[in-house]
């Protein structure tokens, strides 16, 4: 099964920016859907942003317009590039690997702290 490894997280003032990365064990070219989530303390796990292997991304509401997710098939990794970063965006940030005929894998996840 592939593994995801997540980095890049950190603390940041207001309106700065991170760029987390996500490197998977094996190829992603032929993982479906490659994604991030984020999990606040006290609340529950909740979808940022997701790309296939189209290319075609999506973004929650919240994120839109300030993170943008992109992936390097051929180092096997996907980024999400986050900013004008706001407090609301502290979390611990995860990466997935969704295989429609596997199922789902989660990184570890990095800490992202957006503080001044």
């Known amino acids: 099964q592939v593994q995801l490894v997540e980095s890049g997280g950190g603390l940041v003032q207001p309106g700065g920016s991170l760029r987390l990365s996500c490197a998977a064990s094996?190829?992603?070219?032929?993982?479906?859907?490659m994604g991030w989530y984020r999990q606040a303390p006290g609340k529950e796990r909740e979808w940022v942003a997701s790309?296939?292997?189209?290319?075609?991304?999506n973004y929650a509401g919240s994120v839109k317009g300030r993170f943008t997710i992109s992936r390097d098939n051929a180092k096997n990794t996907v980024y999400l590039q986050m900013n004008s970063l706001k407090p609301e965006d502290t979390a611990v940030y995860y990466c997935c690997a969704v295989y429609y005929t596997l199922g789902t894998y989660w990184g570890q996840g990095t800490q992202v702290t957006v503080s001044s």
């Open positions: 790309i296939n292997n189209g290319g075609t991304t």
């Open positions: 094996e190829s992603i070219f032929g993982i479906n859907v």
